[in-house]
């Protein structure tokens, strides 16, 4: 095998994955035993802050190892908590060096695998990392590009995100096609509409093959929580009443608990102490003493992956049933699939809105499209299925490679770049 020397990381939200090109071939490197993507998840052992990553950082956390999970780091780039760092096991750490963790240790498995150094490297990035601020937009970016040279890489370049999907797909093209990529991540959900063929693909500058690019900072984090708040929080309290005055409790907890960034910041003896107190005046104890039992045992992330759980089974069926003895003993939830679709509505109308602004960018009518080409997880739920086939009812249809065509593209536009 001719040596690879580029190199595509896709570092996502829920999930990553990294790939390699030489001059004859374009391939996904397994990050994780024989997988070809990796859960960006990362846990730190209590004991002596040792890093897991990806699956066994899951199976350690959910099987109540003591530590501390982190999920979503994506989210934080650009933001003030990159720079001002968080408190892991009583160790002050800065998320440039973990999120650095996270990817050098794919880094170093594609190396291995490779038998060489890599040293160029293109990273996929979102359309807006922060919508409406380009500042932070900016600083999201440089940000990922110092952790990127830090690992050892000596060229950086970036794309987004959805054009990289489009070029690991241009390759099965035939003839001239107008295609719209459909990217909804975990935490960005981005489209570009691109004119693809076999002969476009040669080419070093695709400026003039593209016609518009969109985002928002939604996915399926915020459908996550948006579940979580409309079906698991009320289980928990979310929205009972206390005291003489009939008042609600207060909500923050709940939002918290629903967004895996934010778990963490609960495990406080603080607001622990808080909850205790109102469970004196709470008009529903059993529901309120759950929320509490969550915070003494710091089960936050499991609730959100019970939640995720429900997510994913709701794809396929239009009932889900969760166990959550980790709760309160015996304690099940029937979710509906129509609840689920009441719950996301409003967040999923503005992602179709943002798709429909960037045919509009582009100045063509949704006819015009020719290809969808549909990458992420959170495009396997039913209800943007059934809103993007009304969008686009006479285009034809890509879903391979949901979880891995980004990073595919990237290594393309690597080998294109610096070759």
């Given at each position: 095998?001719?040596?690879p020397?580029?190199?595509?990381i896709?570092f996502?939200?829920?999930n990553s994955?990294l790939a390699?090109a030489?001059?004859d071939?374009v391939?996904l490197?397994p990050?994780e035993?024989h997988?070809?993507?990796i859960?960006?998840?990362?846990?730190?052992?209590?004991?002596d802050n040792?890093?897991?990553?990806g699956?066994?950082?899951m199976?350690?956390?959910?099987?109540?190892?003591?530590g501390r999970l982190m999920?979503?780091?994506?989210?934080?780039l650009?933001?003030?908590a990159?720079r001002?760092g968080t408190?892991?096991n009583g160790?002050?750490?800065?998320?440039?060096?973990?999120i650095?963790a996270?990817?050098?240790?794919?880094k170093?498995?594609a190396?291995?695998d490779?038998q060489?150094e890599?040293?160029?490297?293109?990273?996929?990035?979102p359309?807006?990392f922060?919508?409406?601020?380009?500042?932070a937009?900016?600083?999201?970016e440089?940000?990922l590009k110092?952790?990127?040279?830090s690992m050892?890489?000596?060229?950086?370049?970036f794309q987004?995100e959805p054009?990289?999907?489009?070029?690991a797909?241009?390759?099965?093209?035939?003839?001239e096609?107008l295609?719209?990529?459909?990217?909804l991540?975990?935490?960005?959900?981005?489209?570009?509409i691109?004119r693809l063929?076999?002969?476009?693909?040669r080419?070093?500058?695709r400026?003039?093959?593209i016609?518009?690019?969109t985002?928002?900072?939604l996915?399926g984090?915020d459908?996550?929580?948006d579940?979580?708040?409309?079906?698991?929080?009320?289980e928990?309290?979310?929205?009972s009443?206390?005291?003489?005055?009939n008042l609600?409790?207060?909500?923050?907890?709940?939002?918290d608990?629903?967004?895996?960034?934010k778990?963490?910041?609960l495990?406080?003896?603080?607001?622990?102490f808080?909850?205790?107190q109102l469970l004196r005046?709470t008009?529903?104890?059993?529901?309120?003493?759950?929320?509490?039992?969550v915070?003494?045992q710091?089960?936050g992330?499991?609730?959100l992956a019970?939640?995720?759980?429900?997510?994913i089974g709701?794809?396929k069926?239009?009932?889900?049933?969760?166990?959550?003895?980790?709760?309160?003993?015996?304690l099940?939830?029937?979710v509906?699939?129509e609840?689920f679709n009441?719950?996301?509505?409003?967040?999923?109308?503005r992602i179709?809105?943002a798709?429909?602004?960037?045919?509009q960018n582009a100045?063509?009518?949704p006819e015009a499209?020719?290809?969808?080409?549909?990458?992420?997880g959170?495009?396997e739920?039913?209800?943007?299925?059934?809103?993007?086939r009304q969008?686009?009812p006479?285009?034809?249809?890509?879903e391979?490679?949901?979880?891995?065509?980004?990073g595919?593209?990237?290594?393309?536009?690597?080998?294109?770049?610096?070759s």
């Amino acid at each position: 095998m001719t040596t690879p020397v580029f190199c595509g990381i896709d570092f996502g939200t829920s999930n990553s994955s990294l790939a390699v090109a030489n001059q004859d071939d374009v391939f996904l490197i397994p990050v994780e035993e024989h997988q070809t993507t990796i859960p960006s998840a990362m846990f730190f052992a209590r004991k002596d802050n040792e890093a897991f990553f990806g699956r066994e950082a899951m199976e350690r956390f959910l099987s109540r190892q003591p530590g501390r999970l982190m999920r979503s780091l994506k989210r934080v780039l650009g933001t003030t908590a990159m720079r001002q760092g968080t408190m892991v096991n009583g160790e002050l750490m800065k998320f440039d060096q973990i999120i650095a963790a996270f990817l050098d240790q794919m880094k170093r498995k594609a190396e291995a695998d490779c038998q060489t150094e890599l040293r160029h490297v293109v990273m996929g990035r979102p359309v807006h990392f922060t919508d409406n601020d380009p500042a932070a937009d900016q600083r999201a970016e440089n940000e990922l590009k110092a952790v990127a040279m830090s690992m050892g890489f000596e060229h950086v370049g970036f794309q987004f995100e959805p054009i990289a999907a489009a070029f690991a797909h241009e390759a099965r093209v035939t003839g001239e096609k107008l295609a719209i990529v459909v990217d909804l991540g975990g935490g960005t959900s981005d489209f570009t509409i691109i004119r693809l063929s076999k002969e476009n693909a040669r080419k070093h500058d695709r400026s003039g093959d593209i016609l518009a690019n969109t985002g928002v900072r939604l996915g399926g984090n915020d459908f996550d929580k948006d579940l979580s708040l409309a079906e698991m929080m009320p289980e928990l309290g979310f929205r009972s009443k206390y005291g003489a005055k009939n008042l609600e409790v207060p909500s923050y907890h709940y939002f918290d608990l629903s967004e895996w960034s934010k778990v963490n910041f609960l495990y406080t003896n603080r607001i622990l102490f808080q909850a205790r107190q109102l469970l004196r005046e709470t008009h529903d104890p059993v529901k309120y003493g759950r929320l509490i039992n969550v915070l003494e045992q710091e089960t936050g992330h499991a609730v959100l992956a019970e939640t995720e759980k429900i997510k994913i089974g709701l794809t396929k069926s239009d009932v889900h049933v969760a166990a959550l003895d980790f709760i309160d003993q015996d304690l099940r939830l029937d979710v509906a699939r129509e609840n689920f679709n009441a719950a996301i509505s409003p967040k999923s109308e503005r992602i179709v809105n943002a798709a429909k602004e960037c045919l509009q960018n582009a100045g063509i009518a949704p006819e015009a499209i020719g290809l969808v080409i549909m990458t992420g997880g959170s495009t396997e739920i039913p209800l943007i299925q059934e809103q993007f086939r009304q969008l686009f009812p006479q285009a034809e249809w890509s879903e391979e490679n949901k979880l891995s065509s980004v990073g595919l593209g990237l290594a393309y536009d690597a080998r294109n770049r610096f070759s």
